[in-house]
């Protein structure tokens, strides 16, 4: 059976829709960066994601073709995740604000050398410039996470759940430059109705002083 990472590590894909503190272990990723509004139909945000699917299930598939990745076994592709900010505050309704950057996990075994042969060979199968995708390593660390229910727009809701927690654990968000809010996506928001959305919110925090 496929070595799946939503059922394996529940702890950072499945948690309940309260928050909880985490700590979240170093982590390898596809990745592309960019700005702009993620619902902009064939904007960057949605050629990111063909970027990212096309070079992820190309080292999934890897090891029917010639490329022998050493330590692979067959998994199942992770769910796409997004980090996301805005230079001047968060203001959810200024989506064309946004600069993210999109990523989609990668199992440990993947190297980047076995990366950059799936950039190529992805771009020659799929006919799509993958170039700009990065093999990205990120250490959360220390976090506050939940399982947000419904539309993106209503996240303010456990977002303020999650800081309200925190408080009273002595903790504070820590949401810098380069710690940034992250979401995990659950649900394929092309079949299932925004109100069933699932979505993991999950925030950098640190002690308070």
């Not at 999934?60 to 010639?66: R, W």
């Not at 490329?67 to 997004?82: A, D, N, Q, S």
């Not at 659950?186 to 109100?195: F, T």
Request: charged letters at 25%; proline letters at 6%; a neutral charge.
């Amino acid at each position: 059976m496929a070595f799946d990472f939503k059922k394996a590590q529940k702890q950072f894909y499945k948690p309940k829709n309260k928050p909880e503190i985490i700590v979240i272990p170093p982590m390898n990723y596809a990745a592309v960066r960019g700005c702009g509004d993620p619902n902009e139909e064939n904007g960057a945000y949605q050629q990111a994601i063909h970027i990212l699917y096309a070079i992820s299930y190309t080292l999934k598939m890897s090891y029917k073709g010639s490329r022998k990745i050493k330590g692979f076994f067959e998994y199942v592709v992770p769910p796409l995740e997004g980090f996301w900010w805005q230079e001047n505050g968060a203001d959810y309704t200024q989506k064309d604000a946004f600069h993210w950057i999109s990523v989609i996990r990668l199992p440990d075994f993947i190297t980047e050398d076995d990366f950059t042969w799936a950039i190529a060979e992805a771009s020659r199968k799929k006919k799509l410039d993958c170039s700009s995708a990065e093999f990205l390593t990120i250490e959360e660390g220390l976090c506050v996470q939940m399982m947000h229910f419904g539309p993106f727009d209503t996240e303010a809701v456990s977002i303020a759940a999650m800081d309200n927690f925190i408080a009273a654990q002595g903790y504070r968000n820590d949401l810098t430059n380069t710690r940034l809010h992250h979401e995990i996506y659950l649900s394929d928001a092309r079949r299932i109705p925004p109100e069933k959305w699932k979505t993991v919110i999950r925030h950098p925090i640190q002690k308070s002083l």
